[in-house]
């Protein structure tokens, strides 16, 4: 029903083009397009599973800056460049990786196009492309506004303005955050943000003041982050949601200023995350329904709208999978391995998907969600009684401990998607 | 005791030190533990670790008589085949280091 709509609105031309796997697995090209944590764990996998595969990876960029981690990095925790990923242990793997930004999938060709005016002709393709955004949303935040408003929710450039502009910030100034309703990439992302920047003022500028305008009346982690920011910070992070007022509508970069329904707040910074897509080239091809993100099979991470392209990652709906790094990484591997089996004209049974997910309050403070995904009545499902979040009233040592394992899950997941 | 434990991974190490890919279900351990379950470092490794002793940790996560701060939540998303088959993976990945 919903193929025929967007068929109708002329939205997915390759549906009915595709002609199923091919024959001839051995040698058998699989491009995966993006070089974050789905995409170059998607490659690893493909590689590791059939070293007889052709795998091509694009990716715009030369490297690839992570976003966990990067709000210590914004707080000066550490240093910028040791978020950034670089390639070379997918080329030392057999990936051949291609610097590029596609521009459009010719499906039913079976190949894409490259802005260079280059083709890549593929036997099966992996999309982890991420997110875009929804500028407009709030209204007046447009990609000059993110100059002055940084958002700083795909990392690189726009991290390091954040990190510049909270420098210079004079001591008592306020900073605002606006943080958009669900769905949206990292749930508990914009308050481990504000602990850290919360950190970074407290030492550096104690007189200044967070306020988060959300759009949301519950968040992530909420009653673990509120008691952190008490004890840590006592009142210096104010949290206001939808309910009261939390909402903000529109946005001023050049006056300095953020509109709720109410309220006109003039800030010395402005973080604003704004409301979010799958990655352009999801949308331009057609994956993605009336959400803006991609429905896909939730075993084979095939795309529900465009048969023979896998979408993986934030870009995905994935059920209550949530859009995270481990999220994107365990998809890489369910998608690769069933790349893999339908060259073979095999089908995969499904496997549990994990997520863990820590945020950091302080160097030495941390806390944790987690939750093991199974397949039921055709979505990805928390297992009943497992996961969860930290629990509420545990020792400084229990939350530091949370914190070395949060450096640990960081170097390990690493290593695991780009080798 | 450490004898013990060497002698026994003498038998689970394969002799060619050829890894098969670890599966899905148990790849998903090494976010947090390592490629192949080597740990950089923060988080046990997992790797060439002998299955009597994880299925020990893992019943004491699941039980609570092993302090934990994430597995306890983790270890509830699994029965006890799910379990078995994913420690028999990691204990034939030959440890980093060790002798074939």
Redesign the interface.
Known sequence: MRRRQLLAAGGCACALAWAGPVAGAPGARVVVVGGGFGGASAAL?LK??DPALRVTLVEAGASHMTCPFSNAAIAGMMDPERLVRRFDGLRHAGIKVIRGAVVAIEADQRRLRLAQGECLDYDRLILSPGIDFRWGSPEGYDPAAAEIMPHAWRAGAQTLLLRSRLRAMADGGLVVMVVPGSPYRCPPGPYERASLFAWYLSRAKPRSKILILDAKDSFSKQALFLEGWKALYGDMIEWVPAGKNGRVVAVNAKAGTVETDFETYSAALVNVIPAQTAGRIALAAGLADNTGFCPVDPITFESRLCPGIHVIGDAALAGEMPKSA?SA??QG??AA?AVTASLRGRT?EP????N?CYSLLAPHYAI?V???Y?VRDGERA??P????V?PLGASPD?RR??A??A???Y???C??SW? | MRGMVLALMAVVVPATGAAE?L???A?????????GGH?????PSLAGRPPEDLLRALAGFRDGSRPA??MD??V???DDA?LAAIVAEYSHVQRRGAKP
């Open positions: 996998t590791r599973l481990s990484n365990a591997k369910m391995t995969v496997a549990l998907g994990l863990v944790s987690t939750g093991v199974e928390n297992v009684g497992a996961g969860g930290s229990f401990a949370e070395d394992y450096r640990g899950w170097a390990n997941i290593a695991d080798g | 890919p599966s899905v279900a790849s998903a351990c090494t976010i947090c533990h390592g490629p740990s950089a470092g923060g988080v701060t994430i939540r983790i509830r998303g699994y799910q």
